[in-house]
């Protein structure tokens, strides 16, 4: 009997301490989404919370009463939002441009890669034998396939992907030389990519004054990422050492 | 806002509360290292409770002083392997309490003086 009620009363604090861990993880993802928080103040405010919790959950409060208790004194996540918000100003710009720059980079390779793919296709019909119309149907067919196939991995593995890029943009954050280049050279290979199929497709279709004129296209079009490279790679600069002053 | 409806008369209002939280924050480190928590607890205690602050709301500050370099701060684990930032005064940070304290002592004695008459009995 008195095994059942010491077991019975480890059940209980197991669960309290699953659910407070449970309560504080929520709380927390709440504050990560306000996006006026780094990783860091995050940590911080957690730690905080702990241990107001544990001195509350020694005067004999269970773990989510406490937690309650706890969460008021910290503050409303409104007032800790704008307050947080005031000394952060910087890092919040930061992250609102770096996501502005992620998907501008997934944009770009998703259509980018899709023309690639309808100028092979067209590519593959020449040679399959397919003639006017029916190659334009066939490339056509190609890229919206490309472009659906692309959207339905968004749509299935939206959620997947989407703390991916969140990973990638605290880590961008860290890393702001390195995206910089990152970012620069994904463009303009998507550019190149591009480009160089559709010289391909046209030298080897026959219109080859054309594919020649193309080349110096295709050489711009490259060209035209590098242009942003200085002004890209000096503002990440700023940034980086600004953020690691804060 | 919810701060308001926290205040009972004889807490202090919200202006001093403001204005004199990096004083109160230098004069505990003069004590000794300290993290937020810590920090939060000492002030209530030395002021028997009538100095309330919203606790998230130190951090910012914390952040903003580390920032003017008054604080260091430094990432530790604590003795129950907790992650915990611990916070120091600086040179510059000793500098500015003691102007911030010449300030304070001012206007303390100035009301002090003022207020003599009136507490003494007649």
């Given at each position: 009997m008195a095994g059942g009620a010491h077991n019975l009363e480890q059940t209980m604090e197991t669960s309290d301490e699953t659910g407070l861990n449970e309560v504080i993880g929520r709380w927390r993802a709440g504050l990560?989404?306000?996006?006026?928080?780094?990783?860091?103040?995050l940590d911080?405010l957690e730690a905080h919370l702990r241990d107001s919790v544990a001195e509350l959950m020694r005067a004999g409060l269970s773990g989510v009463e406490a937690f309650i208790i706890a969460g008021r004194r910290l503050?409303?996540?409104?007032?800790?939002?704008?307050?947080?918000?005031?000394?952060?100003?910087?890092?919040?710009?930061?992250?609102?441009?770096?996501?502005?720059?992620?998907?501008?980079?997934?944009?770009?390779?998703?259509?980018?890669?899709?023309?690639?793919?309808?100028?092979?296709?067209?590519?593959?019909?020449?040679?399959?034998?397919?003639?006017?119309?029916?190659?334009?149907?066939?490339?056509?067919?190609?890229?919206?396939?490309?472009?659906?196939?692309?959207?339905?991995?968004?749509?299935?593995?939206?959620?997947?992907?989407?703390?991916?890029?969140?990973?990638?943009?605290?880590?961008?954050?860290?890393?702001?030389?390195?995206?910089?280049?990152?970012?620069?050279?994904?463009?303009?290979?998507?550019?190149?990519?591009?480009?160089?199929?559709?010289?391909?497709?046209?030298?080897?279709?026959?219109?080859?004054?054309?594919?020649?004129?193309?080349?110096?296209?295709?050489?711009?079009?490259?060209?035209?990422?590098?242009?942003?490279?200085?002004?890209?790679?000096?503002?990440?600069?700023?940034?980086?050492?600004?953020?690691?002053?804060? | 806002?919810?701060?308001?409806?926290?205040?009972?008369?004889?807490?202090?209002?919200?202006?001093?509360?403001?204005?004199?939280?990096?004083?109160?924050?230098?004069?505990?480190?003069?004590?000794?290292?300290?993290?937020?928590y810590?920090?939060?607890?000492?002030?209530?205690?030395?002021?028997?409770?009538?100095?309330?602050?919203?606790e998230?709301?130190?951090?910012?500050?914390?952040?903003?002083?580390?920032?003017?370099?008054?604080?260091?701060?430094?990432?530790?684990?604590s003795e129950a392997g907790r992650k915990?930032?611990?916070?120091?005064?600086?040179?510059?940070?000793?500098?500015?309490?003691?102007?911030?304290?010449?300030?304070?002592?001012?206007?303390?004695?100035?009301?002090?003086?003022?207020?003599?008459?009136?507490?003494?009995?007649?």
């Amino acid at each position: 009997m008195a095994g059942g009620a010491h077991n019975l009363e480890q059940t209980m604090e197991t669960s309290d301490e699953t659910g407070l861990n449970e309560v504080i993880g929520r709380w927390r993802a709440g504050l990560a989404n306000t996006g006026t928080m780094r990783p860091t103040d995050l940590d911080e405010l957690e730690a905080h919370l702990r241990d107001s919790v544990a001195e509350l959950m020694r005067a004999g409060l269970s773990g989510v009463e406490a937690f309650i208790i706890a969460g008021r004194r910290l503050g409303t996540a409104g007032g800790l939002t704008t307050e947080f918000a005031k000394v952060n100003r910087h890092e919040i710009w930061l992250t609102r441009v770096l996501w502005m720059v992620g998907g501008v980079t997934v944009a770009v390779t998703v259509a980018k890669l899709s023309s690639a793919m309808a100028n092979l296709a067209m590519l593959a019909g020449t040679q399959l034998g397919l003639k006017a119309s029916a190659l334009g149907w066939f490339a056509l067919g190609t890229q919206w396939a490309v472009m659906l196939g692309m959207m339905a991995v968004g749509w299935f593995g939206g959620e997947r992907l989407f703390h991916r890029l969140s990973a990638a943009v605290v880590q961008a954050r860290a890393h702001s030389f390195l995206t910089a280049v990152v970012v620069l050279v994904a463009l303009t290979l998507a550019t190149g990519i591009t480009l160089g199929s559709e010289y391909l497709t046209l030298n080897l279709v026959g219109h080859s004054e054309v594919s020649s004129a193309l080349i110096y296209r295709s050489v711009s079009g490259m060209l035209m990422p590098l242009v942003f490279w200085p002004v890209v790679v000096f503002w990440l600069l700023r940034c980086r050492t600004r953020v690691s002053v804060g | 806002m919810h701060n308001a409806a926290m205040y009972q008369p004889h807490m202090l209002s919200k202006e001093l509360v403001a204005a004199s939280t990096v004083p109160l924050v230098l004069s505990v480190l003069t004590e000794g290292e300290s993290y937020g928590y810590a920090l939060i607890s000492r002030v209530r205690e030395l002021s028997s409770g009538q100095i309330e602050w919203s606790e998230g709301m130190l951090y910012p500050v914390l952040h903003w002083m580390e920032k003017e370099g008054l604080v260091e701060a430094e990432w530790r684990e604590s003795e129950a392997g907790r992650k915990r930032k611990y916070y120091r005064i600086s040179r510059s940070g000793r500098r500015a309490l003691a102007d911030e304290k010449d300030q304070w002592l001012a206007v303390h004695t100035t009301l002090s003086r003022l207020w003599k008459p009136q507490t003494k009995p007649a």
